[in-house]
């Protein structure tokens, strides 16, 4: 069956440093695009960032351009975000996405908490 596993959540400092990791399996993982999204308590879910299917055009929000860097390897069937410049407003669970019209797979979330 469809799994998307996030790992690499957890708690830093503000200015810190972590790197989120999701790991796919049953579906064709280079034909998607996949996304980190976020959701913060009492806030909407939020689009952080996405790739196309090779990996060839990312997009970012506003807010993290510049801090987030979201990467894929197809080989490994893994999409990754790489967060620097942690800002405590960051402080959300975020989650993986894969879609391929009309399908949409999501992972159960990791935790991010920036806070001293």
């Known amino acids: 069956q469809v799994q998307l596993v996030e790992s690499g959540g957890g708690l830093v400092q503000p200015g810190g440093s972590l790197r989120l990791s999701c790991a796919a399996s049953?579906?064709?993982?280079?034909?998607?695009?996949m996304s980190w999204y976020r959701q913060a308590p009492g806030k909407e879910r939020e689009l952080v960032a996405d790739?196309?299917?090779?990996?060839?055009?990312?997009n970012y929000t506003d807010s993290v351009k510049g801090r987030f860097t979201i990467s894929r390897d197809n080989n490994k069937n893994a999409v990754y975000l790489q967060m620097n410049s942690l800002k405590v407003e960051d402080t959300a669970v975020y989650y993986c996405n894969a879609r391929l019209y009309p399908k949409d797979f999501w992972g159960q979330g990791t935790q991010v908490t920036v806070s001293s």
């Open positions: 049953g579906f064709t993982f280079r034909a998607y695009r």
């Open positions: 790739i196309t299917s090779l990996g060839t055009f990312t």
